[in-house]
């Protein structure tokens, strides 16, 4: 098990590097900002970027943005979207708004996709079955987007429950802040309660028809008796990994319903820096980004050996 999770640290890494390595080059293949609009901070941007070798060959930029970036902690500054500011600095101040909505969202979404699967599996061939099949499906197939604009035009505009776009400011714990990002945390759940739910079932109703079920019922255990101590735990032994997945995704936040919510987080900084071509915050979103998703794939595979001891991960 340790050297398997050796072995895929390493794949890890070493996917972040090409994908890292892949993305500066095609940057730097791309037309640099014009720099007319600063005035007396031009000859800063142009010493600026003079350090960095812009006029150097590409493997030289490389080298010198791996010592900067990777060894020193040092990414650059904005220099069209937060002109003069460092971007870790403004990456860092918004992270709050997307963890909050995530966290909220999840919080939300894991218990009941969990109780839908199981209360699904346990009404198997039955109308309720039938309709929350069918709500999953539909939760599924409609991008997260789709959910966003429709709560957002019934909720705020028809109902008038909610307001249209996240509060300003960073009291992120008051009622006021959290009514403004309902919609948006009900638009971020959806999706995952589908996706659990539609998990949940298909493991408990497997689970359900085991010879070890009979083998419990016959010796004397009710249903009830049987589905809580050995279908529910046998079954949630696949469903676990996915939910530390979903918590460490809570970092990367949406792209899109960010947008949709006026939500200040790291999504929303991600689209604008690319539409303002802010190459050094699309950088270091960019590797951000990478190493939430391999992560996350990294703690499910690890964690099916930690939750069920009879899984030996790696071995022949």
């Keep these: ?25 095609l940057i730097k293949l791309l037309p640099l900002p014009t720099i007319e609009g600063y005035g007396q901070d031009m000859n800063l941007v142009l010493m600026r970027r003079e350090a960095l070798g812009y006029n150097k060959p590409i ?23 937060y002109r003069g500011q460092e971007v870790w600095t403004v990456f860092i101040s ?25 209360y699904a599996a346990l009404k198997k061939n039955k109308w309720q079955e039938y309709l929350i099949s069918t709500l999953i499906m539909m939760f599924i197939s409609v991008p997260g987007y789709v959910y966003g604009l429709f709560l957002q035009y019934l909720l705020a505009f028809k109902l008038k429950w909610f307001p249209f776009q996240m509060d300003s400011g960073t009291d992120y714990f008051s009622f006021s802040m959290f009514r403004s990002i309902v919609p948006a945390i009900l638009a971020l759940g959806f999706p995952t309660v589908a996706g ?13 028809t085991s010879d070890f079920m009979l083998l419990a ?62 190459y050094n915050l699309f950088m270091l979103l960019t590797i951000f980004y990478t190493f939430i998703g391999l992560a996350a794939g990294l703690v499910v595979d690890v964690s099916y050996g930690l939750i069920d001891p009879r899984i030996r991960m790696g071995e022949r």
């Excluded at 098990?1 to 640290?9: G, N, P, W």
């Excluded at 493997?59 to 979207?81: A, D, H, P, R």
């Excluded at 918004?94 to 199981?118: C, D, E, H, Q, R």
Aim: aromatic share 10%; proline share 3%; with cysteine.
């Design 94 to 118: 918004k992270m709050p708004a997307t963890m909050l909505v995530n966290m909220y969202s999840l919080l939300f979404s894991v218990p009941i996709g969990i109780l839908l699967g199981i």
């Design 217 to 278: 019922r016959t010796k004397g255990l009710t249903r009830s008796q049987a589905t809580v101590r050995h279908a529910l735990r046998n079954s949630m032994v696949p469903i676990f990994p996915m939910i530390f997945g979903e918590f460490i995704g809570i970092l990367s936040g949406s792209l899109v319903i960010e947008k949709i919510f006026g939500i200040p987080g790291i999504g929303q900084l991600f689209l604008n820096s690319i539409t303002a071509l802010d």
């Design 196 to 208: 659990l739910a539609r998990n949940v079932r298909a493991e408990l109703s497997e689970v359900l």
């Design 59 to 81: 493997l030289v930029q490389y080298g010198i943005f791996l010592k900067k970036s990777i060894l020193q902690g040092n990414w650059g500054i904005s220099e069209t979207l």
């Design 1 to 25: 098990m340790f050297k398997y999770i050796l072995k895929r640290i390493a794949l890890m890494f070493f996917v972040l590097f090409s994908i890292m390595t892949i993305c500066f080059v």
